[in-house]
């Protein structure tokens, strides 16, 4: 699914960032609209669906599994679902290319379908492990045969019935959470996920709409349990998907940094498990505001006002963590930029994401200039208090999208422009984002 050629790019010091853009279709929400609507019996609609490379790879995998799936529009899909338990064989191995949510989700389909399907990957998930998914998902009957440290290419020999579990998380992960319960879709009985800390809770708000029997329960100390009742009938839905916060937050900190800057970021999915990056931006003295505050397709959503701040450095406390996992890059980069210092803990998961994202993040503000300190689970960086940063330097992405537009972002206030080795991964989550880029220094 990867783009093979190369795509170099240079970021150079901005002008005011002026004018309103609207974002791509949220990740999370795409994959998972996809996927329940290739489960439900009939036709289901999305509109917004972000077609990235990521979303697209589980698209092909669902058709590669009996689903009807076609493009009517930018954005706007109809889905033709199979109906749970009936998942065919797919023919080829599955390609997920750089998606990780795709690769983990699907496993979690088939597991506890009578199908087998391989899994493969590029060179970043191939390097990912899968074993936080193989552990459970074996013990609902599934077979699974990964490459040495659990990595891809794997095969997953499914059972149906498969065995219904209690599984408590052993780190936080939406996706692990997600693959449990989308294997208790077609599992009789009660499959139930424990959750000491909260995450992004997509996948239970989407298997409700699709008329899924999930409850959620809550305990005293905020563990939650989940628990879902198989096999399952989905009903076809028609869904609205909101714009990507994890996608925003490049350009909330784009405005936030460069001098003179106010714009706005139409329709931005605001998820409280997922808006952890706007709270501690507001507390770092960033001038955020909510416009319009509404919900769209059961999420809420709004559109955000940014105006250039002085940021100032913070110590961010690790509850907030999988509220803003994927925005710790971007995050970085506003910390190099705020005054005194910002330091982070508790970002273990950041090192399995399609990079390690700590020493990624680490070698690069160093080659930009940056002061920064890498300690085992964060990073520590002292801020310029609003001076550019040297920049001048190759920032190898990794074929980490997330890498790529935080080093990109950073060249808009460096003092020589910054280097992105290639660009071409960001087409997994974001493919139009130069071209908003562009448009707002425009
Ligand atoms: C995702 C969950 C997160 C996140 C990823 C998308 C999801 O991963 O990093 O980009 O859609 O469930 P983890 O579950 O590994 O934290």
Same mark, same amino acid.
């Given at each position: 699914m990867t783009d093979q050629t190369a795509r170099p790019r240079r970021f150079s010091a901005s002008a005011p960032l002026k004018g309103r853009i609207a974002i791509p279709g949220d990740k999370s929400i795409s994959h998972r609209s996809l996927m329940l609507s290739a489960l439900a019996v009939g036709t289901s609609r999305v509109t917004g669906l972000l077609e990235g490379h990521d979303v697209l790879a589980t698209a092909a995998?669902? %058709?590669?599994? =009996?689903?009807?799936?076609?493009?009517?529009?930018?954005?706007?899909?109809?889905?033709? =679902?199979?109906?749970?338990?009936? !998942?065919?064989?797919?023919?080829e191995a599955l390609d997920m290319g750089n998606s990780g949510t795709s690769t983990r989700l699907l496993m979690g389909l088939v597991a506890s379908?009578?199908?087998?399907?391989?899994? &493969?990957?590029?060179?970043?998930?191939?390097?990912?492990?899968?074993?936080?998914?193989?552990?459970?998902?074996?013990?609902?009957?599934?077979?699974?045969?990964?490459? *040495?440290?659990?990595?891809? *290419?794997?095969?997953?020999?499914?059972l149906a019935p498969a065995i219904p579990l209690a599984y408590r998380l052993p780190m936080a992960s939406a996706q692990v959470k997600?693959?449990?319960?989308?294997?208790?879709?077609?599992?009789?009985?009660?499959?139930?996920?424990?959750?000491?800390?909260?995450?992004?809770?997509?996948?239970?708000r989407m298997l409700r709409g699709f008329g899924a029997d999930l409850s959620v329960e809550t305990e005293p100390d905020?563990?939650?349990?989940?628990?879902?009742?198989?096999?399952?009938?989905?009903? *076809?839905?028609?869904?609205?998907?909101?714009?990507?916060?994890?996608?925003?937050?490049?350009?909330?900190?784009?405005?936030?940094? #460069?001098?003179?800057?106010?714009?706005?970021?139409?329709?931005?999915?605001?998820? *409280?498990?997922?808006?952890? !990056?706007?709270? #501690?931006?507001?507390?770092?003295? =960033?001038?955020?505001? !909510? &416009?319009?505050? /509404?919900?769209?397709?059961?999420?809420? #959503?709004?559109?955000? %006002?940014? /105006?250039?701040?002085? !940021?100032? =450095?913070?110590?961010?406390?690790?509850?907030?963590?999988?509220?803003?996992?994927?925005?710790?890059p971007i995050l970085f980069i506003a910390a190099a930029l705020a005054e005194g210092?910002? &330091?982070?803990?508790?970002?273990d998961e950041l090192r399995v994401k399609e990079s390690d994202r700590l020493a990624v993040m680490a070698t690069g503000l160093q080659a930009i200039g940056a002061r920064v300190e890498e300690s085992e689970d964060g990073l520590i960086i002292d801020g310029t208090g609003g001076d550019p940063v040297p920049g001048g330097a190759t920032i190898a992405g990794h074929l980490d999208h997330r890498i790529c537009m935080s080093f990109a972002v950073a060249?808009?206030?460096?003092?020589?422009?910054?280097?992105?080795d290639d660009m071409a991964p960001v087409a997994t989550s974001f493919p139009n984002f130069e071209a908003l880029l562009e448009g707002l220094r425009a």
């Open positions: 995998a669902m %058709r590669a599994m =009996g689903a009807g799936i076609a493009r009517r529009g930018d954005g706007e899909w109809v889905i033709d =679902g199979v109906g749970v338990g009936a !998942l065919l064989q797919p023919r379908h009578s199908i087998t399907a391989t899994f &493969v990957g590029d060179a970043s998930l191939s390097g990912r492990p899968m074993g936080r998914v193989i552990d459970p998902l074996s013990q609902m009957g599934a077979d699974i045969s990964a490459s *040495p440290g659990g990595r891809l *290419p794997l095969m997953v020999r499914g997600s693959a449990i319960l989308l294997a208790g879709l077609n599992t009789p009985g009660i499959t139930e996920v424990i959750e000491p800390v909260p995450t992004r809770d997509h996948s239970e905020g563990t939650r349990h989940i628990r879902i009742r198989g096999e399952a009938e989905l009903k *076809p839905q028609t869904i609205v998907v909101p714009g990507d916060p994890s996608s925003a937050a490049f350009f909330i900190v784009a405005a936030l940094i #460069v001098p003179g800057s106010d714009i706005t970021i139409a329709n931005v999915g605001l998820n *409280p498990t997922r808006a952890g !990056l706007i709270e #501690v931006l507001q507390q770092m003295g =960033g001038d955020i505001e !909510l &416009v319009d505050a /509404r919900e769209v397709g059961g999420e809420p #959503v709004a559109d955000l %006002r940014v /105006r250039h701040s002085a !940021l100032k =450095g913070i110590e961010i406390d690790p509850a907030v963590v999988p509220s803003m996992v994927d925005e710790f210092r910002t &330091v982070t803990t508790g970002l060249g808009l206030v460096s003092k020589a422009p910054v280097e992105i």
